[in-house]
Nanobody, 116 residues
Framework: QVQLVESGGGTALPGGSLRLSCTAS????MGWFRQTPGKDREWVAH???????KYHNTPVRGRFTISRDTKNTVYLQMNNLKPEDTAVYYC??????????????WGQGTQVTVSS
């Protein structure tokens, strides 16, 4: 089975930065999602299998950047954090498509809290 392991969550001040990492057991199209209790899960960013196509959702565009290395790790660099970025962040993999269409594996989630 595919395994995804996340790290990098924590607490930051407004305007601060955090970097999340997600290491998968293979090279897949991957993405980041976030969820606040009582609200639907929201996509944040995703990157294709090769890493040459990246997408960022409107609320984070210009502040967050998704990237991947030459192995199986995907990153989410989060700059200029805002309190509304507070959520549990999940990485996900789509093992059936070159770009992320429908995630079929999920990481364990990591808490990001932005507060003064």
């Amino acid at each position: 089975q595919v395994q995804l392991v996340e790290s990098g969550g924590g607490t930051a001040l407004p305007g601060g930065s955090l970097r999340l990492s997600c290491t998968a057991s293979g090279r897949y199209a991957m993405g980041w999602f976030r969820q606040t209790p009582g609200k639907d899960r929201e996509w944040v960013a995703h990157i294709n299998y090769k890493g040459d196509n990246k997408y960022h959702n409107t609320p984070v565009r210009g502040r967050f950047t998704i990237s991947r290395d030459t192995k199986n790790t995907v990153y989410l660099q989060m700059n200029n954090l805002k309190p509304e970025d507070t959520a549990v962040y999940y990485c996900a993999a789509d093992t059936q498509n070159n770009r992320l269409v429908q995630p079929d594996y999920w990481g364990q989630g990591t808490q990001v809290t932005v507060s003064s």
